[in-house]
């Protein structure tokens, strides 16, 4: 199984944000999208996830074409989405966002499991449960989104910018457990970044996005040796 | 027993009414964000279907789960086929703002001439399966009745469902989260309209009871819900819109205001005070008393 | 500029003469409608200016066409004005009411607002029982006099008629003329973006408020026209279904559409009244029968106008002919 995006385009209003995107993300593979602010990041992962309308080209996780039906759908076919700035429901406790993410699958003992599995992965969020998430701190609250996202035990793990705003110490520690995450389990990642270098580093695949378009695609090792990647996009 | 205990007790019963009615209007606020001023149409058809129940089979507690049963499939029909068709044509231009408004006020007027063409616009008695006379202790009667009991229970008790289904079941908790945040809800994979049209269904069930509670006490006629929509409107706003123990807290705090006017100052105050009241929580409140963070600019 | 302006006042002149010249010509039922639309053009206008261009919304403005009324035939009855002065007070007494709520309304929006105006016109009506001097149910009486002598021989119905037009046009022009001001202006960029406009200096709770103040005066001086036509000023005159049908006549032909959109949602409104009653009589169905098809019809109207033409029948041509030409220039953006 792997997400095969084709000719991809998506317009905001009279800007196109996706310009006629082609990539492969082979499975178990953890691809980086990098690129500056409006590249279309956002856009590619919200079209995926069925927010955005694409205006054409075809996106298919296996044999599900994400193009077609609700976001809420998608989830109940493997994908999940883990939306910019925390994507958390403040007024509910950290508990109830967690089950949130397994409610659809109208099963308690495997919601238990899959919880006990999320908590070993972030143990901070296992001592906070009963609190609201808005008490969290800026890190709690990304690896509860992720959590969250974990919760509808995804496949296909569409994460985007989860070190926005984040202290340097807690960005490296979520980056290490999504490639704990890659490496331990069957899930695929494609990953959306602005911080290019620390992406680049726990990717397998990088993916340079330019208003809309593929700049450049390749391992990530490659792509941070190649010297004019380094100086347009990871600033030095 | 004495005249204050008394208006503080007429003040509950009231108030609890108008606390069901502001919950109608907060459930279909947090859900879809839009004040509903039909709920005073929707709460008078499903009150007069508890009255065509009570003249068939004479019995009024059959009457309020029916009742309750027709206010929630009228909300439902309401969304589905005209709430949700309407925030998707009416996204652009100068009636952006105000189309929901509009559309419910129309809603408010169809359903108004429409129950007058069926029922008529004279007045229907609604009469209490208990007594609607005040206590006598010793010498003195107090306006308090055994109907204001019955009307205090009966609210409690859905207080209480609701309360239960908003903390405890999964349900409750798919309704909150997609009354809080529809797009992450989405992408948790909750079915957020659907959700959404079982908010609107506890919405009408909610103003049904409302409706069904308060007319033993007064009459019924197409028009006669309007001013608990009024009133509900006001306890919703001073518990924050969008908090439904606020709305319950709203109610009571409104009855006990308008009981204590009526008793100390007049009842000719009743249709001021609720406005006054309104007007200083806003300005002075703007989130209402339990002060929620949401901006009165949604 | 001032060329347009003069040719928008030489075009009202026109309108006025022919409506004038008409006035001769048509009969006594004919000349009531003719009253009712410009009472409902002023209405309709107040709206217009209010929701169509400020963006915010009352559902009060029945309720300030009430002060309006009860401020005229209070001064008619008790000091017994010339009849221009008591338009001139009864407008500025309820934009006086709008003011007051106008200053509470520029920190609301959408529901907050449209619920405590709500909150206004249920209470308003119930209010005029509690004072005697308003004359409970019953209401007062409102004679606005006959003709000066010196127009010869004029009937009630033509006086009310041109007085009623006569109001309408000024109306018209002084809505039209703030709508193209600086205000006008000010109102649109505020109602777009609001932060934006702040940003470039302009208040929006000021600007807001001036709005809620002019549309009140203007819906005041609709309710004088009501009361002057109907000849009568009582609570049941101004009910809740009243600010429906004006803004059932708003949204008809565009919220943000003064002329013709105003003059179009009055035609409508008097027009429909007119058909349901031939209607009802015909089947011979009762007055209260015909009452309520009325307004299940006007609701049923705005409900229609708000889902399938929602920015009015002009926007949405408009919209079509934009479709088409994208289409046949082969969906090139």
């Known amino acids: 199984m792997s997400l095969i995006v084709r000719n991809l385009s998506v317009d905001h209003g009279a800007i196109r944000a996706i310009d006629n995107l082609s990539f492969i993300v082979e499975k178990r593979r953890l691809t980086a999208v990098i690129g500056a602010n409006g590249a279309g990041k956002s856009t590619l992962l919200r079209t ?14 296996g044999d599900h074409n994400l193009l077609k039906g609700k976001a809420e759908l998608h989830v109940r076919k493997g994908v999940s989405h883990v939306s910019e700035g925390k994507s958390v429901i403040p007024e509910l ?80 520690q979520i980056f290490q457990t999504i490639r704990d995450i890659v490496n331990s389990s069957s899930m695929t990642v494609l990953l959306v970044e602005q911080n290019a270098m620390g992406a680049l580093k726990i990717a397998d695949i990088g993916v340079v996005l330019n208003l809309g378009k593929i700049a450049a695609i390749g391992p990530a090792a490659d792509l941070i040796a190649d010297p004019a990647i380094r100086a347009a996009y990871l600033g030095y | 027993m004495n005249q204050f205990i008394s208006s503080i007790l007429i003040g509950f019963s009231q108030g609890s009414i108008y606390a069901l009615m502001a919950l109608a209007l907060v459930l279909v606020f947090r859900s879809t964000r839009v004040v509903n001023f039909a709920q005073a149409g929707q709460a008078m058809v499903s009150t007069y279907i508890g009255w065509e129940v009570i003249n068939r089979t004479g019995s009024y507690w059959l009457a309020i789960p029916i009742a309750a049963l027709g206010g929630a499939i009228l909300a439902v029909i309401v969304q589905n086929f005209l709430m949700r068709p ?44 208990v007594s609607t006379n005040g206590f006598k ?16 229970i009966t609210s409690v008790i859905v207080m209480l469902i609701f309360a239960f289904i908003f903390k405890k079941t999964n349900l409750g908790l798919a309704l909150r989260a997609a009354a809080f945040q529809p797009e992450i809800s989405r992408l948790a994979g909750i079915r957020v309209d659907r959700v959404q049209t079982i908010g609107w269904a506890f919405s009408g ?94 | 500029m001032h060329n347009h302006h003069r040719r928008r006042l030489i075009g009202f002149a026109i309108v006025g003469i022919l409506l004038f010249l008409l006035s001769n010509r048509v009969g006594v039922l004919r000349l009531y409608q003719g009253s009712t639309v410009s009472m409902y053009v002023i209405a309709i206008g107040s709206i217009v200016l209010l929701t169509g261009f400020s963006g915010q919304i009352s559902l009060g403005n029945g309720a300030f066409m009430a002060l309006g009324a009860y401020i005229a ?73 006959s003709a000066p002598e010196w127009l010869g021989e004029v009937s009630r119905f033509k006086w009310l008629f041109w007085i009623s037009t006569l109001a309408a046009i000024i109306a018209c022009i002084g809505i039209q003329n703030i709508l193209k001001s600086r205000y006008g202006r000010t109102w649109k960029a505020v109602r777009s973006n609001s932060t934006a406009a702040e940003l470039s200096g302009i208040s929006s709770a000021r600007s807001k408020v001036l709005a809620f103040v002019i549309s009140a005066g203007i819906a005041g001086l609709a309710g004088v026209v009501l009361a002057l036509t109907a000849g009568t000023v009582a609570p049941g005159a101004f009910p809740l279904s009243l600010s429906f049908a004006i803004i059932t006549g708003a949204v008809i032909a565009g919220i943000s559409s003064l002329l013709p959109g105003s003059v179009v949602g009055a035609v409508v409104l008097v027009g429909m009244s007119q058909l349901v009653g031939t209607f009802t009589s015909r089947f011979q169905m009762g007055d209260i029968l015909a009452e309520n098809l009325k307004e299940l019809i006007v609701s049923a109207l705005l409900i229609l106008a708000v889902v399938f033409t929602p920015n009015g029948p002009g926007e949405k041509i408009r919209a079509m002919r934009e479709h088409r030409k994208h289409h046949s220039h082969g969906g090139v953006r």
């Open chain 1, 48 to 61: 995926l996830s069925g927010l955005n309308q694409a205006t054409a080209g075809k996106a298919s996780w």
């Open chain 1, 93 to 172: 406790t950290v508990e109830e966002n967690l089950e949130l993410g397994a409610l659809w699958r109208r099963n308690k003992k495997e919601a238990e499991e899959t919880k006990r599995y999320v908590l070993d992965l972030f143990p901070r969020l296992g001592e906070r449960l009963k609190q609201r998430a808005d008490t969290l701190s800026g890190g709690e609250r990304q690896m509860l989104a992720i959590g969250r996202a974990l919760m509808s035990k995804p496949q296909l793990l569409l994460l985007d910018e989860p070190s926005l705003g984040l202290a340097p110490l807690v960005v490296e």
């Open chain 2, 86 to 129: 309407l925030s998707k044509r009416t996204s652009e231009g100068a009636i952006a703002p105000v189309a929901n408004i509009i559309v419910t006020l129309g809603l408010l007027g169809v359903l108004h001439s429409g129950a007058a063409i069926i029922w008529g616009s004279e007045e229907k008695l609604l009469t209490s399966p």
């Open chain 2, 137 to 152: 202790i010793g010498e003195n009667v107090y306006p308090f009745s055994a109907t204001d009991v019955l009307i205090i």
């Open chain 2, 205 to 298: 069930a909610a103003g049904a009871v409302a409706g069904v509670l308060i007319a033993p006490g007064s009459y019924l006629n197409p028009y006669s819900l309007d001013i608990l929509l009024v009133f509900g409107f006001v306890a919703a706003v001073i518990g924050g819109l969008d908090s439904l123990v606020g709305a319950a807290v709203g109610g009571i705090v409104l009855g006990l205001t308008l009981s204590f006017t009526s008793q100390y100052v007049g009842t000719a105050l009743t249709f001021v005070v609720p406005f006054v009241v309104l007007l200083v929580v806003l300005l002075l409140r703007p989130n209402g008393l339990l002060g929620g963070r949401s901006s009165r600019n949604a």
């Open chain 3, 73 to 145: 035939v209070l001064l008619q009855t008790y000091l017994s004005l010339p009849l221009v002065l008591t338009f001139f007070v009864a407008v500025l007494g309820a934009a006086f009411f709008g003011l007051i709520l106008g200053v509470a309304a520029a920190r609301l929006s959408g529901p907050y607002l449209a619920g405590t105006t709500l909150a206004l016109a249920v209470a308003l009506p119930s209010l005029v029982n509690q004072f005697p001097v308003l004359g409970g149910e019953q209401g007062l009486m409102f004679n606005a006099g």
